[in-house]
């Protein structure tokens, strides 16, 4: 895995093999982050990165200047290896081992940014959009994006705008309702 961008670009970080993950490629994490940085500015976002296995996506929003980031999965092994890099980089994420969805059920603050990468099998990708959504997570202004396989349709949730693919990995991008209709 590599660092795309930022303060440490080009910096590879080996995780360990035994990890239960599937990181976002380096093709669809640049993609992603060259549409958000048109959006965002890094350095004033608050970013909630779910099922973050590896931390592959937060250390790309912390080499790019985001302060304020929480990485949640539920993997013991997985938010080790986080805490370890993030000490390592000096990145000050916040790791949190947790079940995504129950933490977004339980969430006491609302997020910029939210990134979620489950599983491509995974059963509760509308569940999950429908709780960012309804549980008020964004911010205004907010977005939130779910990756996903080509099977998953997320385009008929309230919230919904766009979806890009990049070769085999799909966004399906979300924000609040009540910022669509503003936009009008």
Known sequence: MRIVSGKWRSKRITA???????????????????VLNNRFDFEDVRVLDLFSGTGNISYEFASRGTVD????DQNRNCTRFITATSEE?????HVVQADALQYVRRASTSFDLI???????????ENLAKSIIDLGLLREGGEAIL??????????????FAHRRYGH?????????QDLVAED
């Open 16 to 34: 360990p093999k035994n990890l239960p993950t599937r990181p976002t490629t380096d093709f669809a994490k640049e993609s992603l982050f060259n």
């Open 69 to 72: 980031l929480t990485a949640v």
């Open 89 to 93: 980089l000096d990145a000050g994420i």
């Open 115 to 125: 990134f979620a990468d489950p599983p491509y099998d995974w059963e509760h990708y």
């Open 147 to 160: 990756e996903h396989s080509d099977q998953t349709d997320l385009s008929h949730l309230p919230g919904f």
């Open 169 to 177: 990995v799909n966004f399906s991008f979300f924000s609040r309702p």
